[in-house]
């Protein structure tokens, strides 16, 4: 069963163009990173699933149900969180707080979709009445992705969840990712890591001047000599 289709979309800022026609596909429970240089549309192509840019042409279906141009709380309703790469937590609001506006489409259960976030990561239990803007870049990332996982999504969208962090602390968001999707969620990720990200994902797609380039199992992508030369630098 595909947990997300997305066919021959168009998007992009003002009057200009970034994505031109890119089409993906994501089974149940899958893990897919999305791979490219700079500039190559993967962000736009995660914005414009979750609602934040106007999908000008293309169809996006989640379980089969159109979401193309639905406001991002209806989608988020549905199951699917996105957290992105910057801005991406309250640092005024305590780690608590912040947690609890994760969950505010969420009507019950909100104290126990806490403490399961803080089993995940357990440094958020200690970190609770803190404010959320004196934690380091790591502490950071796994609350933004604690306030995503409180709404128990079914997709979770990541934007470079490794972005800034020392090589110790991409490892640990990178098996928390695993943890996460071992869980039965399925993750879309765009990571500038690439090399990682392939290591973790199940299958990966490759963007270029905002068209699909290449798609495969994450395995195929490592073993291929011209990728791992033009996008891996290996």
Known sequence: MKVLDVEGVVSGYGEGDILHGVSLWMGKEEMVTIIGPNGAGKSTLLKTIVGLLRLRQGAIRFKGISIGNRKPAEISKLGICYVPQEENIFPNL?????????????????????????????????????????LSGGERQMLAIGMALMVSPELLILDEPSAGLGPNLVEEIFDKVVEINQTGVAILMVEQNA??????????????????????????????????????GK
């Open 94 to 134: 305590t780690v608590r707080e912040n947690l609890e506006m994760g969950a505010y489409i969420v009507s019950e259960g909100i104290s126990e979709r806490m403490e399961k976030v803080c089993g995940l990561f357990p440094i958020l239990t200690k970190r609770r009445q803190v404010r959320a803007g004196t």
């Open 195 to 232: 090399w990682k990200s392939l290591q973790i994902a199940h299958r990966a797609y490759i963007l270029v001047m905002g068209r699909n380039r290449m798609e495969g199992t994450a395995k195929e992508f490592l073993e291929n000599p011209e990728i791992r030369e033009l996008f891996l």
